[in-house]
């Protein structure tokens, strides 16, 4: 079974800085997808950016890109010129490329924005 | 168009009662997911449908819940004799169907178990 771990539970950055969110997945699949998904205190699930194992580019969505080390198994969401609506938890998030296609997520790492 | 919706969007109930929640996905889409997310946790698995066949209810943590979806559109969770360890925010998501499809989530069922 995958597992899927953020080891920060939370992080605070100043407005316009840049932080990086870390998530590490354990797996035995060569093929498979990761995400990060932004939940605000409406408590809404967003997909913020996903990332193909196969693709050895790293994603990019306006000011947030990942750092994908298939090797390592760590997948990093990195949020440039943060703005306060950023505040929100993060879950990463790894769906296999097999059956089921359920997704395995991590404990979530809370992000605040301080003016 | 129209997201994925669910009802009700808050439930309060006592335990030893079976509640039953609702997801109606977006239209056309083939796979249904439904996830149960603790406070301060992310959301865990529960069991998932292909059209109306059930294909994987692993996640379900006992023979109290169960779900379906008869005609491969709307679909209902149910829990029997609630507890209170069953208080979490109940979410399900649709994709039109395959790995490299997008989960859309609904905005998910507040359970309190009193």
Known sequence: AQTVTQSQPEMSVQEAETVTLSCTYDTSESDYYLFWYKQPPSRQMILVIRQEAYKQQNATENRFSVNFQKAAKSFSLKISDSQLGDAAMYFCAYRSEGAGNMLTFGGGTRLMVKP | ?114
């Open chain 2, 1 to 114: 168009g129209a997201g994925v919706s669910q009802s009700p969007r808050y439930k309060v109930t006592k335990r030893g009662q079976d509640v039953a929640l609702r997801c109606d996905p977006i239209s056309g889409h083939v796979s249904l997911y439904w996830y149960r997310q603790a406070l301060g946790q992310g959301p865990e698995f529960l069991t998932y449908f292909n059209y109306e066949a059930q294909q994987d209810k692993s996640g379900l943590p006992n023979d109290r819940f169960s779900a379906e979806r008869p005609e491969g559109s709307i679909s209902t969770l149910t829990i029997q004799r609630t507890e209170q360890r069953d208080s979490a925010m109940y979410r399900c998501a649709s994709t039109p169907g395959g790995p490299s499809y997008e989960q859309y989530f609904g905005p998910g069922t507040r359970l309190t178990v009193t």
